[in-house]
Nanobody, 111 residues
Framework: QVQLVESGGGLVQAGGSLRLSCAVS????????FAWYRQAPGKQRELVAA???????NYADSVEGRFTISRDNAKNTVYLQMNSLKPEDTAVYYCSDSEAWGQGTQVTVSS
């Protein structure tokens, strides 16, 4: 059974940075693609960034150039480096392998 555990969320001022981590267990990690999603209050969950097994990435237009997704196959961990944060980035951030989901980590950006 695949388990994903997110960490690294918190409260940050606009313009600041955070790095989210997603620790994955029970998976053939290096063969899988992973993605970060987010859900703000009253809004639908949206894709933020994705990375495939070969390391290719794609991003939502709203975070392109500010966020970077990466993976460490030795540590079975996926990261989301978030820079130049904006209040509209406030949301619960989730990690997924397209079937399993983590519990989410709250990111709050104050203006």
């Amino acid at each position: 059974q695949v388990q994903l555990v997110e960490s690294g969320g918190g409260l940050v001022q606009a313009g600041g940075s955070l790095r989210l981590s997603c620790a994955v267990s029970g998976s053939t990690f290096r063969f899988n693609a992973f993605a970060w999603y987010r859900q703000a209050p009253g809004k639908q969950r949206e894709l933020v960034a994705a990375i495939n097994s070969g390391g290719s990435t794609n991003y939502a237009d709203s975070v392109e150039g500010r966020f970077t997704i990466s993976r460490d196959n030795a540590k079975n961990t996926v990261y989301l480096q978030m820079n130049s944060l904006k209040p509209e980035d406030t949301a619960v951030y989730y990690c997924s392998d397209s079937e399993a989901w983590g519990q989410g980590t709250q990111v709050t950006v104050s203006s």
